[in-house]
C-alpha cells in the first residue's frame, strides 16, 4: 500500500512539473479579453477590447475569416509600426494593448477574428472574436410607415381644408345674392 501511495504522489510530482513547466512556456504570453462575442448593426462601430502583456514588443497580427474568405487586416507592433491593408485602412484603428476598433460596419464584416501575438523570441498564441452584423431594415420600416402617416395625416387636413373653403365659399355666394335680389329670395334660398 505504502509503496503504491509514494509512486501516486510521484506520479503527480512529474505531473505538476511537467504542466508547470508548459505553463511557463505559454505564460509568457498573456491576451485577456472580456468579451468574445459581439453583435452590431451595419453602419454602426465595433470595439475588440484586448490587453496583451508578454516579454519585449508584441506583433500584433488581426485577421479575418467568414466562409471561405480569409484576410489580413493589419499587423501593427505598438510604438514600432502599423501596416493596417489598404481595404481596412480608413476604417480600421489599432491600439497599443492590442485592441482593434472597426467602424463603419458592413453586412459582410460578420465573421472570425483571429488576433495573434507573437513575442521576439517567435512564440505566439491567438485569440478569436466572433462579430454578427445585423442589418437595419427594421427602422427602414419603421422611418418609411412614419412617413407614410405624415403623408396621410396632411393630406386628410388640405382635405378638411378644402371642404371648409367649399363651404365657406357657398355661403358667401348665398349671402351676395340674397343682397343682390333682395325681393325674390326669400322663397329661392331657403332650401340652402
Ligand atoms: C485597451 O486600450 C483601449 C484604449 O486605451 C481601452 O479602451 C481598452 O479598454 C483596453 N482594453 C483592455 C482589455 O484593457
Ligand atoms: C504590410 O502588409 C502587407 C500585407 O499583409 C504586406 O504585403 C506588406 O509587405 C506589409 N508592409 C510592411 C511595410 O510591413
Redesign the pocket.
Known sequence: MRRFRLRDVQDVAVCLSITLYICDLAGAISIQSAQRSLTRSVQEDVFFSLDVSCVGIPTIQWNFMSGAVSR?I??WQPGV?S?I?LDYSSRVRPYDNGSMGLSDLRLQDAGYYVVTVTETEGSSKDTGFVLKVNEVLYEDLQYLSVSALALACVAALLMLLMWLLDKAYRRIVAWRSRRQMPENNATELQPL
Open positions: 489580413t493589419g499587423t509600426y501596416n491593408t
